[in-house]
């Protein structure tokens, strides 16, 4: 006769190990984004400095990293381009990109707070605060205010 506790502590333990997996895997597909921490950072066809120079970046341009390889890191940007760069030249601060056409950032998060500026397609910023579809925001002249989270790249900083 086997002992019914013994089977059960399996099953739980099988259970636990399962859930383990998952979250792991789920956790480990997560998109993970990064800013290039100097101006003039190379973007390159492939993982070396021998591989064909495709665009230049500045500083706080935000990147999702794809894969890494070595030195170097597989990156996309908010247009959908792909990349590689050194990834001694990208940093963890967490900054956003207007993806929109003269977009208004606003002193309150919605449609109904008056603009501090209108704000051009390109222009990067760093997330401070959320409120729902809106994202506070602060550019590296001191101005603050909220964009829709639709209108910048990543979307769902901070």
């Known amino acids: 006769m086997t002992n019914p506790c013994r089977h059960l502590a399996g099953k739980a333990l099988l ?34 400095s021998n591989y064909e120079l495709l665009w230049e970046v500045g500083k706080g341009y935000p990147l999702r990293i794809l894969q890494q390889q070595d030195k170097w890191s597989e990156v996309v940007d908010f ?12 940093s963890d601060q967490k900054t956003v990109i207007v993806k929109g056409k003269d977009i208004n950032l606003r002193v309150g998060p919605g449609v ?24 506070k925001v ?8 909220w964009l829709r989270d639709t209108l910048i790249w990543p979307s769902k900083l901070p």
């Open 79 to 90: 247009e959908g381009a792909k990349g590689w760069i050194i990834t001694l030249l990208l």
């Open 138 to 145: 602060k550019h590296a002249d001191g101005t603050v205010g």
């Open 15 to 48: 259970f636990l190990f399962t859930a383990f997996l998952f979250l792991t895997a789920t956790t480990a597909g997560a998109a993970e984004y990064a800013s290039v921490a100097k101006n003039g950072a190379n973007i390159r066809s492939g993982p070396g």
């Open 112 to 135: 109904n707070y008056e603009p501090v500026a209108l704000v051009k397609y390109g222009v990067i910023f760093t997330p401070l605060d959320r409120d729902g579809d809106w994202v």
